[in-house]
């Protein structure tokens, strides 16, 4: 984790005093494969970002940078920023965010978000909006997975996963642990199923509802994408049988490393 001494923070990323950007603060790498994601990380210059806006201060935080709201992207890009956030020795920075989804994208419920970040801090989340946040100490935390590229240090979501998944369970006692096989179901699809094994999950559902469904599975399987990205909450033996969309670059790259997160997953 890098730690900035006097740094600003806007919607856009962090930068350090002088100016310029602090690296891993964007909302994804620069280098990422495909140049489409790169929209949300143009005009980024602390000079054209902090005139118009007003300045508040913070003495310390963690930087958690954009939260988006694509239920899928939320999972593989902003989840692994908050891993850290369950130290509550820190304050949180951040912004919820809808921007840069493809057309027909529907975002994920907001308060599911929320949800999340409650779940996994008890310490307030300051929210940027138009303003900049100068911060005496702004902690950078080192990304255990990039997006559609690489899972470099997967058992640092672990602990935070178990917080998520022992809550998820509190709030949800009537699902129990009898789940043979769990059908991780997109909003699109209609899904016709005669194997009383297997059960449908429900998409619509609350987010705390689908996560508990997926803890107690012993197998999961779907159409690979945002709904099946969810496998990283199921048990570390959980088997898990994916109809591929033979998009390796994005989708099934990143259904892979879903998957080798859940296996560094101890809760039983």
Not at 98 to 111: D, N, S
């Given at each position: 984790?890098?730690?900035?001494?006097?740094?600003?923070?806007?919607?856009?990323?962090?930068?350090?005093?002088?100016?310029?950007?602090?690296?891993?603060?964007?909302?994804?790498?620069?280098?990422?494969?495909?140049?489409?994601?790169?929209?949300?990380?143009?005009?980024?210059?602390?000079?054209?970002?902090?005139?118009?806006?007003?300045?508040?201060?913070?003495?310390?935080?963690?930087?958690?940078?954009?939260?988006?709201?694509?239920?899928?992207?939320?999972?593989?890009?902003a989840l692994p920023r908050l891993c850290d956030a369950i130290d509550d020795k820190f304050q949180i920075i951040g912004t919820l965010t809808e921007g840069f989804l493809p057309v027909g994208i529907k975002p994920a419920r907001k308060e599911d978000i929320e949800w999340f970040i409650k779940t996994i801090t008890n310490k307030r989340f300051y929210k940027i909006d138009?303003?900049?946040?100068?911060?005496?100490?702004?902690?950078?935390?080192?990304?255990?997975?990039?997006?559609?590229?690489?899972?470099?240090?997967?058992?640092?979501?672990?602990?935070?996963?178990?917080?998520?998944?022992?809550?998820?369970?509190?709030?949800?006692?009537?699902?129990?642990?009898?789940?043979?096989?769990?059908?991780?179901?997109?909003?699109?699809?209609?899904?016709?199923?005669?194997?009383?094994?297997?059960?449908?999950?429900?998409?619509?559902?609350?987010?705390?509802?689908?996560?508990?469904?997926?803890?107690?599975?012993?197998?999961?399987?779907?159409?690979?994408?945002?709904?099946?990205?969810?496998?990283?909450?199921?048990?570390?033996?959980?088997?898990?049988?994916?109809?591929?969309?033979?998009?390796?670059?994005?989708?099934?790259?990143?259904?892979?490393?879903?998957?080798?997160?859940?296996?560094?997953?101890?809760?039983?």
């Amino acid at each position: 984790m890098e730690i900035v001494n006097n740094a600003y923070v806007t919607v856009s990323a962090a930068f350090y005093e002088s100016g310029g950007v602090i690296m891993g603060t964007q909302r994804i790498p620069n280098n990422h494969l495909m140049e489409y994601w790169q929209d949300g990380n143009r005009n980024q210059t602390i000079a054209a970002l902090i005139k118009p806006k007003k300045t508040y201060y913070l003495k310390d935080a963690l930087y958690v940078g954009r939260i988006c709201t694509h239920f899928g992207h939320f999972l593989m890009e902003a989840l692994p920023r908050l891993c850290d956030a369950i130290d509550d020795k820190f304050q949180i920075i951040g912004t919820l965010t809808e921007g840069f989804l493809p057309v027909g994208i529907k975002p994920a419920r907001k308060e599911d978000i929320e949800w999340f970040i409650k779940t996994i801090t008890n310490k307030r989340f300051y929210k940027i909006d138009n303003q900049i946040y100068q911060v005496d100490r702004l902690y950078i935390p080192k990304l255990p997975l990039v997006l559609s590229q690489s899972c470099s240090e997967p058992w640092r979501m672990s602990a935070m996963i178990e917080k998520i998944v022992r809550q998820a369970r509190l709030e949800n006692p009537h699902i129990i642990n009898n789940i043979n096989t769990l059908y991780l179901k997109r909003n699109d699809e209609v899904v016709i199923n005669t194997n009383p094994d297997i059960q449908s999950s429900n998409p619509d559902a609350p987010v705390s509802e689908q996560i508990a469904k997926v803890s107690y599975a012993k197998k999961l399987v779907g159409k690979s994408g945002s709904n099946t990205h969810i496998s990283m909450f199921a048990k570390n033996d959980c088997y898990t049988e994916w109809i591929q969309r033979g998009d390796f670059q994005q989708t099934d790259r990143n259904q892979l490393i879903c998957d080798l997160v859940k296996t560094f997953n101890t809760f039983n």
